[in-house]
């Protein structure tokens, strides 16, 4: 079962046919439009929505034809003698360094660069691939699925924190682990499911 995020809410891609509720329904994707969906993840009495479709590999294939793909990466950035986290605050709330890759750069390129333009931090190196989130947003009258892509990082960078204002980002802070819990109280849900994958 796989997790899409559309605000806060969950849409999960099943292949468990699941019973279906007021607040959590499900639809059979092979036979939902783009409108559908929408209208069902965005209604107030929706919780969470289920796609299903028998076949695995059917479902990505027919969810990626219903909405555009926008490719982005970003990083779990991990300072090497603190120990502590680079999280910014965009948008209002906290989130993690990312941004969309531009054409003919690889993933980790992207991933690098982003963190670099939106926290100021040099000196990354990257630890480990970290699994891909997923979430639907609304932009210029159509709705998109952007894909990121996630990796776990480390700095021994010790200079100011530069958060890149023109993107929305009003701080770029380092965190301790144990503030995390704390900090997602106002974070958006994708970011705690991929936290929960870090190894602290």
């Known amino acids: 079962m796989y997790k899409v995020f559309f605000n806060q809410k969950p849409i999960y891609l099943t292949t468990t046919f699941v019973e279906q509720t007021l607040a959590t329904p499900v639809l059979f994707l092979k036979y939902s439009s783009k409108k559908n969906i929408i209208a069902a993840i965005k209604s107030k009495k929706t919780t969470a929505l ?9 479902l990505w294939e027919l969810f990626f034809d219903l909405f555009q793909v926008i490719e982005a990466a970003g990083g ?8 502590k986290y680079l999280f910014i605050f965009r948008n209002s709330k906290w989130d993690l360094p990312k941004g969309r890759i531009e054409r003919n750069e690889s993933v980790r390129e992207a991933a690098v660069r982003e963190v670099e333009e939106e926290t100021g931090a040099t000196g990354l190196e990257i630890t480990q691939p970290l699994p891909e989130t997923f979430h639907l947003f609304h932009r210029n009258g159509k709705y998109r699925l952007k894909k990121t892509y996630w990796y776990g990082m480390t700095t021994d960078y010790c200079g100011p924190l530069l958060p890149q204002n023109e993107e929305g980002i009003e701080k770029a802070e380092w965190k301790d682990a144990t503030d995390v819990e704390v900090l997602f109280e106002n974070a958006y849900a994708n970011i705690q499911l991929l936290w929960e994958k870090v190894a602290l």
């Open 76 to 83: 779990v950035v991990r300072h090497a003698e603190t120990g």
């Open 50 to 58: 289920y796609l299903y479709h028998p076949k695995a590999h059917k």
